[in-house]
């Protein structure tokens, strides 16, 4: 398991396109990305790896200026 922290690490703008961690074992920008609902009512992103072209899917973060 991946303890993940949000340090001050590298940010992307709001702006920028959704990254997701894909199955390459990279995070990537969600190519051709779309905004879905996920089986849990949850917002989220879905697209595919530019990298591997795996199906790639992730959690829509809630816009602070919403
Ligand atoms: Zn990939």
Excluded: H
Excluded at 11 to 16: L, S, V, Y
Excluded at 22 to 32: M, R
Excluded at 51 to 61: D, S
């Amino acid at each position: 398991m991946l303890a993940a922290m949000s340090d001050a690490r590298t940010e992307p703008p709001p702006n920028a396109a959704p990254q997701g961690w894909c199955v390459c074992g990279q995070k990537v920008p969600i190519a051709d990305a779309r905004e879905v609902t996920l089986p849990n009512g949850k917002p989220g992103w879905e697209g595919y790896c530019p990298e591997c072209g795996a199906p790639l899917f992730a959690i829509r973060r809630k816009t602070a200026s919403d």
